[in-house]
């Protein structure tokens, strides 16, 4: 069983960041592909980012055109978005996901195993 619980969410100026926290209720030596969606009003849920378990590998959604940088720390079982120049479209509910254990990350675009409930990121112009 998995548990994810996001945090960092809130309001911030357009052209501002903020880094995301996701702690997982796994061990440390799980090996869980970890990633992130978001899904802004009237829009489809969207693939953000991904990394895998070791964190040696990444993965990008094309828009975010490298102002987002997703990492993790095992040892505390938490992953991160660092979110850069945010824009008033990227308004969003962020989630939390991740693949079942020892999956291989690139299937975290399409389909992730387990949802956090989200977090909200309210870009102002």
């Known amino acids: 069983q998995v548990q994810l619980i996001e945090s960092g969410g809130g309001l911030v100026q357009a052209g501002g960041s903020l880094r995301l926290s996701c702690a997982a209720s796994i061990g440390t030596n799980s090996r869980y592909p970890m990633g992130w969606f978001r899904q802004a009003p009237g829009k489809e849920r969207e693939f953000v980012a991904a990394?895998?378990?070791?964190?040696?590998?990444?993965y990008y959604a094309d828009s975010m055109k490298g102002r987002f940088t997703i990492s993790r720390d095992n040892a505390k079982n938490t992953v991160y978005l660092q979110m850069n120049s945010l824009e008033p479209e990227e308004t969003a509910v962020y989630y939390c996901?991740?693949?079942?254990?020892?999956?291989?990350?690139?299937?975290?675009?399409?389909?992730?195993?387990?949802w956090g409930k989200g977090t909200l990121v309210t870009v102002s112009s």
């Open positions: 990394i895998s378990w070791s964190g040696s590998t990444t």
């Open positions: 996901a991740a693949g079942d254990n020892m999956d291989p990350v690139v299937n975290m675009q399409q389909a992730p195993a387990y």
